[in-house]
């Protein structure tokens, strides 16, 4: 198992410049949270790559800033847009398979109150993550629906319907956003375990939504457990905020601690 970091940890520090002060902390496993449209392309995408061979990066998956408005882009019934959409995160996946990922978090459908699902509407959605799914395993990717608390995707039985209708779906496990809708993270889990990719990981305590893991109540034997029943055995990245944290030194803690974690649980750990 690799223990590794988003870079939208370090947000809004500019992208090039995490990757560096990812390196320094001694991660070597990494997310890419792609911040604006000029960061898929050259000359920045060029100097990236270098970057990243550099300093012996790995980039396991990345995370679209288009990811706030993915509804809109992929999924309502005006054609002409969702085309553009596909077109825009066909370019996701071209990038993101040449940094070496292999997979793109999704947060997919906002939560709309009074908006009910109908059988057209449903049909239309299933149609258009199938596709997806389609264009990323062209690209050499797939898809990672993440569980989001403003998303859809926050309802356990909303994934479940997603894991049955879209075979070649994978996932993203976010504990943060489980948290937030006063959710286990076993909830979203046992939902999707068999297809699971990707997990972000934090802490929290009674007062705190969000911390770096170990600073506060998770259970992480429980959680490194559940994985390895499974057989989960890929990579946990650390996402939490910017201001979430006071210095550097509490990152390579958790780095270290999460390695530790997995060792307990049985797993070879690494970064």
Not at 42 to 71: C, K, N, Q, W
Request: glycine letters at 6%; hydrophobic letters at 40%; aromatic letters at 12%.
């Amino acid at each position: 198992m690799k223990i590794g970091l988003s870079t939208s940890c370090f947000y809004p520090q500019p992208l090039e410049q995490t990757v560096e002060r990812i390196a320094a902390l001694g991660g070597r496993t990494i997310e890419i949270f792609f911040n604006t449209e000029s960061e898929l392309r050259d000359p920045f995408l060029s100097a990236l790559r270098r970057s990243l061979r550099a300093y012996g990066l790995t980039v396991v998956s990345i995370h679209p800033f288009t990811s706030l408005m993915e509804g809109l882009l992929l999924f309502t019934d005006y054609a002409r847009r969702a085309e553009d959409g596909f077109a825009q995160y066909r370019r996701y996946f071209e990038v993101a398979h040449s940094l070496g990922a292999r997979y793109l978090t999704l947060h997919g459908e906002r939560k709309v109150p009074g908006v009910q699902e109908t059988a057209d509407s449903w049909a239309r959605k299933v149609e258009r993550y199938n596709r997806l799914c389609e264009v990323a395993a062209e690209e050499g990717m797939q898809v990672a629906q993440e569980n989001v608390a403003w998303c859809r995707s926050s309802d356990p039985d909303y994934l479940r319907a997603l894991y049955k209708a879209v075979p070649a779906l994978g996932y993203t496990l976010d504990v943060k956003q489980a948290n937030r809708m006063q959710k286990s993270w076993k909830a979203y889990f046992d939902a999707v375990a068999p297809r699971l990719l990707n997990i972000h990981i934090n802490d929290f305590d009674q007062d705190h939504g969000c911390l770096l893991p170990g600073e506060g109540l998770l259970d992480y034997g429980e959680l490194f457990a559940a994985l390895r029943r499974s057989g989960y055995d890929r990579q946990i990245l650390i996402e939490v905020y910017s201001s979430n944290y006071d210095n550097d030194a509490q990152i390579t803690r958790s780095l270290r601690f999460l390695r530790e974690q997995a060792e307990k649980a049985g797993y070879t750990a690494g970064f």
